[in-house]
């Protein structure tokens, strides 16, 4: 998922804002009304008050403690494209740029708790799934978002079921939950060759030539409405291939360019995936959002923030 996509700009409206404090300006921020910005900077974001951020947006996945991957890298996108970043953990991991070497899943009934009262206390305007753990983790965001009324298109699945250096992150009966439950209810599907092998039920190893044809499969599974993203990454040139709900495909051409991040690769499905969210949140049709992700992906590898200033 590596782009050559030229780089552009966009206007960035700014209205009368009111710093954050703790205190009075707070409080007449609020009051008066006078704390609106339009797709914030980066650096705007920690002299607003929450109120003023908007919109929000939710990632469901696992802990990286090397913040390479998960909810931390996820929340670090969402912030650089003016966005609230909120989240729920569905497991801790022992595990760095190297590699897994644990997973402790949460309860499901910790999970949907946790889901539950963030929707209760602010409107979540789109959400990413990453790692899931369990099927009864899977089933139980199946059941949030059956409540939850997070528009579908705003739903961003990134199927993830192996780690990159080899760990299994989703079981059988996991991947079976994915297809069968939480694919219609997702709007967006964005999985790596191996991923969408396993989705259409192929064996591993597709190449260039049956990644239109596994794409249509998921697109099946998901019924109408759901829009599928093969990342390229393991395909050289690592082109990514979108088939949109109404049947509409299209490549993005990508080349290898060599990882400076202190990440290197790690992670760069989850910050594919949440700047696809982000882009989608912030109005871009579904071209332009996977052509924006595609380029954070590249920045993110360059070691610069994944998210331009907007």
Request: charged letters at 25%; aromatic letters at 4%; glycine letters at 10%.
């Amino acid at each position: 998922m590596i782009s050559s996509s030229a780089n552009r700009t966009k206007d960035c409206t700014e209205e009368k804002t009111q710093k954050y404090d703790d205190g009075e300006g707070q409080r007449a921020a609020r009051a008066m009304n006078m704390a609106t910005i339009v797709r914030p900077k980066a650096n705007d974001v920690k002299q607003m008050p929450e109120s003023a951020i908007t919109p929000a947006v939710l990632t469901i996945a696992g802990y990286d403690p090397s913040t390479g991957a998960g909810v931390t890298a996820d929340l670090e996108v969402f912030t650089g494209h003016g966005v609230l970043g909120i989240s729920a953990v569905t497991a801790l991991t022992v595990q760095a740029r190297s590699g897994v070497r644990r997973v402790e899943p949460v309860s499901p009934a910790l999970l949907l708790e946790t889901l539950d009262l963030l929707s209760q206390n602010r409107e979540i305007a789109g959400v990413k799934i990453g790692m899931l753990a369990t099927a009864e983790l899977a089933r139980a965001v199946t059941k949030f978002l059956l409540r939850s009324g997070i528009p579908r298109n705003r739903v961003v699945l990134d199927p993830v079921i192996r780690s990159s250096s080899g760990a299994e992150l989703l079981d059988a009966e996991g991947v079976q939950v994915l297809r069968e439950e939480l694919l219609p209810r997702a709007g967006w599907v964005t999985p790596n060759l191996e991923e969408a092998a396993a989705l259409a039920g192929e064996d591993p190893g597709i190449g260039f030539g049956m990644v239109p044809e596994v794409a249509a499969r998921i697109t099946h599974l998901g019924g109408s409405g759901l829009n599928v993203v093969v990342t390229g990454g393991d395909l050289e040139p690592p082109d990514d291939f979108l088939r949109e709900a109404g049947g509409g495909e299209t490549w993005f051409p990508g080349k290898r360019v060599e990882a400076r991040s202190v990440h290197g690769t790690h992670g760069t499905g989850c910050v594919f995936s949440a700047a696809l969210l982000c882009r989608l949140v912030l109005g871009d049709g579904p071209r332009e959002a996977v052509r924006e992700a595609k380029e954070a992906v590249v920045r993110r590898l360059l070691g610069q923030p994944a998210a331009r200033r907007l």
